[in-house]
């Protein structure tokens, strides 16, 4: 095997199966697969309905379907005691503007002693589009694409914020119609506009008369349900009294407490059963004052400003401060320890042991100068372009590719690639052009250096000990110098190899060639195949089972196109046509699956999988405003080091043990998909990637733990509690 056929093909493997994946995700983007976001208590659908095609004048509709789950309630313009309605923000491409949700007819939500304005089940929220004739397709001249950001407040007993990004694409030309029943029955769901006519609305005193007159003959005499849009003005949940005065429609309604505007018009809904109507009406009389801000008490005012303090308190760590020499070390050796990782081992080890059939010594110094090289530029190119995206504003940090699940599946077919290869099932000179072959004989320096950038890409996804403290530390320092952390990585990684062509002492100590050299060479595959059922877990914990499953296929499909192209004569010809043609199958059909999102829940193999609770923002504040302390583990599924810590130190009998006696609450900040909070909840303890372990006391700064944990460290940290 060579480093450079290896090379040559899994980059060709890795772009087409990501692009792939991408066009399938492009092309499916008006499908549930990328307009869907699905939680444990809402799933959430991007829809549209353009009945005639999108052009000016013409009816084009789009909305978000919120389906909650049994008991679960999301709210209306107007929420009622509490809650918050759910938000729309849209990304449209010029000549294209969104409307007003038309909000379909909430129903009274009972919470106790409050009463909220919601809906339940099933609700389709419609915004109409307006096309305008400057409006342009677009280079492909055939799509209108739209972005929407959402955000919502499910509630049941307990409220949980929500939100999601979603996108869509709808042809310019023809009709789109398939979701034409559900907006429909939304706009039947909705309050018809309805004259004012002599409808008024009077405040007397503490109470709000209502006189609604004109209203519709299949509603005289029936009992009416009433929702005003303005919030904060009447008691949702007081006793109320209403009657018909022949055709006028009255009620007498408690004004709130806790009242903070006093409009002079009142847009009011009114429903029967399936039957609504909206009547803007005027206010008359004078509002009372309305209810002064309360003031925070002295003593509370006092504690607050003593957590602020705390919290303003210099971050600890267990280490002492962190100096740009000892981050340049600190990268330096962590870089070293990456060779170690189980899927850069394999390459490495090969890529070194195949180092002493070179008996020039200029050869070996060239070689090792360009492998050298190759590696620090591809870390310096990872590291610019790292800092480039945050400083567009991306919430980014270091392994965050692989919060794209395109990304992971990619990674596991080319190490599966690279394991079938080192097992024996093929050699790349069987698969690739004789010119492609070739270039690794006629330009051995080439070849080094490809290794490098090789080696790099299958060492992105790791983070070693040191390594987190370091870039953490580079992300804040000013201009370029973060890049020298990033090369110092880089150099850390090359060292082994570099020391073998420059030493020849180095050299002498390696192995002879010889045939344990192919036993070897087989032996290394099965790190690799680790690594890819590692990725496809990680996948199953970023797209469900499902996604897992499919990526599990689509690895089948892709050793059958591989060993179908060492078959000799017109065998190979057929074979190799019909397993690549069902390979390309595979993956268009596995990107909806695949970028799927899944609900992601701290999991674990341990009985101490019942300790832990989602982290979210502001839940250490409560835990230690309450006197607790508080062990948060900011991990992802992806992070080797993370899964090791969970698995060994955070699982320790003793180390529970200690939790316990000290009533320590365990938080743990999933990582594994992109997450701004947790991204910047981890810039503000000086970290970029994970693992980060932080335990806060009251009262005391927080205090940051090494990467790789140990139980005497941890049990020494929560004994100081």
Known sequence: MTISRLLFATIFIAISTLSTLAGAQNLLSGSAKSAVVSTEQVRAELLAW???GVEPG????????????PEWHTYWKNSGDSGLPTLLEWQLPAGVSAGEIAWPTPKKIPIGTLANYGYEKTVLLPVPLTISPSFSPGFSGSQLDIKLKAAWLVCKKECIPQEGEFALRIPVKGSTALSGPLFQAAFAASPQAHAVGSSQIEVAGNTLKVSLHGLPTALHGKSLEFFPETGSVIEPAGAWQQAWQGAVWTAQLPLSSQRLESPALMPVVVAFKSLAYRIEAPVKGSWPPVAAVAAVPPALEAALKANAAAGAAPL????????????????LLGGVILNLMPCVFPVLAIKVVGFVKIKDQTTRVTTGLAYTAGVLLSFLALGALLLGLRAAGEQLGWGYQLQSPVVVAGLAMMFTVIGLNLAGLFEFGQILPDRVASLQAKNPTINAF???VLVTAIASPCTAPFM??????AFGLPAAQPLLVFGAVGLGMALPYLAAS??????????????WMVTFKTLMAFPMFATVAWLVW???RQSGIDGAGVLLGVLVLLALALWSLTLQGRTRAVAALLSIALLATGLWLAGPSITRSATLEPTSTTAASDRWQAWEPGRVEQLTASGQSVFVDFTAAWCVTCQYNKSTTLSDAAVLADIDAKNVALLRADWTRRDPAITAALAQLG??????????????APVVLSEILSVNDVRAELARL
């Open 502 to 515: 420059l030493v020849p002492a180095v050299a002498r100590v390696l192995p002879r060639p010889g045939a």
């Open 450 to 452: 490809l290794s490098g």
């Open 468 to 473: 987190g403290a370091a870039l953490g530390f």
């Open 58 to 69: 013409k009816p084009v509709w789009v909305g978000l379907q919120l389906t909650h789950q």
């Open 538 to 540: 990680v996948l199953g």
């Open 50 to 52: 353009a009945p005639e």
């Open 687 to 700: 970290r970029n990637g994970v693992p980060v372990y932080v335990i806060y006391k009251p009262g005391r």
């Open 316 to 331: 600890q760590t267990s280490a002492p401060p962190m100096g740009l020499l000892a981050a340049l070390l600190g990268a």
